[in-house]
Nanobody, 119 residues
């Protein structure tokens, strides 16, 4: 079992930046794909960014390309999401997720951290 805990959310003005962190415990995530998702009020959860176990493959939703950067530190069992040039439409609960090598989807999820961007 892997436990994921997000941190770093908060209230920021439009144009500002935040860095989200995801701390994994229970076992090493060095062989897991990791991702960030978000869910805004009244909307479905959506994919934001993903990174392969080695960090060699990275994916972003079109809405965040050029503004957000996902990274990982396998030695620290951590994943990060640097969010720049934030917009009010980025307001959501952000979730960290992990996918094990044999899984076909993300199978571990954190509890989420709230990000609110004011205009």
């Amino acid at each position: 079992q892997v436990q994921l805990v997000e941190s770093g959310g908060g209230l920021v003005q439009a144009g500002g930046s935040l860095r989200l962190s995801c701390a994994a415990s229970g076992r090493s995530i060095s062989t897991y794909g990791m991702g960030w998702f978000r869910q805004a009020p009244g909307k479905e959860r959506e994919f934001v960014a993903g990174v392969s176990w080695s960090g060699s493959s990275i994916y972003y939703a079109d809405s965040v390309k050029g503004r957000f950067t996902i990274s990982r530190d396998n030695a620290k069992n951590m994943v990060y999401l640097q969010m720049n040039s934030l917009k009010p439409e980025d307001t959501a609960v952000y979730y960290c997720a992990a996918t094990t090598p044999s899984a076909t989807s993300y199978n571990y999820w954190g509890q989420g951290t709230q990000v609110t961007v004011s205009s």
